[in-house]
């Protein structure tokens, strides 16, 4: 991952300790008649639209596109999976069209993971 990336995600889980503190703080001062927690990565619909906009027309299922955002936040850690599905979607970025015939495709354990067939993974290279 590339250091901006690594930057953010830092940020990113700062944040979310800072926002489970808060929650925690807001049990403690209610004597626990209000339990407040926080679910980092629990709605990837975001993710999902835009992902399924961007691939609009490359006959790629959205039930496969929604499978890839429904992986995160059923994860044991949400941000780790978050950062596979975009560690493979950028390796399929960098796949350069006019040479992926000479070159093979890197390996994407979560696309695969999440029902990607192998022709959808050249497909969704292509797109990006």
Not at 81 to 86: C, E, I, K, T
Request: net charge negative; aromatic share 4%.
């Amino acid at each position: 991952m590339k250091p901006k990336g690594r930057a953010w995600l830092t940020l990113r889980r700062e944040r979310d300790e800072l926002m489970r503190a808060q929650c925690a703080s807001l049990t403690a001062s209610s004597d626990g008649m209000i339990r407040a927690h926080v679910k980092p990565y629990a709605d990837p619909s975001e993710f999902v639209n835009s992902l399924r906009q961007f691939l609009s027309g490359s006959h790629i299922s959205g039930g496969k596109i929604e499978s890839l955002g429904e992986g995160i936040p059923t994860a044991a850690d949400g941000a780790v999976q978050w950062s596979a599905v975009l560690a493979d979607l950028e390796k399929l970025a960098e796949v350069d069209p006019e040479n992926e015939s000479n070159a093979p495709r890197p390996e994407t354990p979560s696309l695969s993971a999440a029902g990607l067939t192998a022709g959808e993974i050249d497909r969704l290279a292509r797109n990006l």
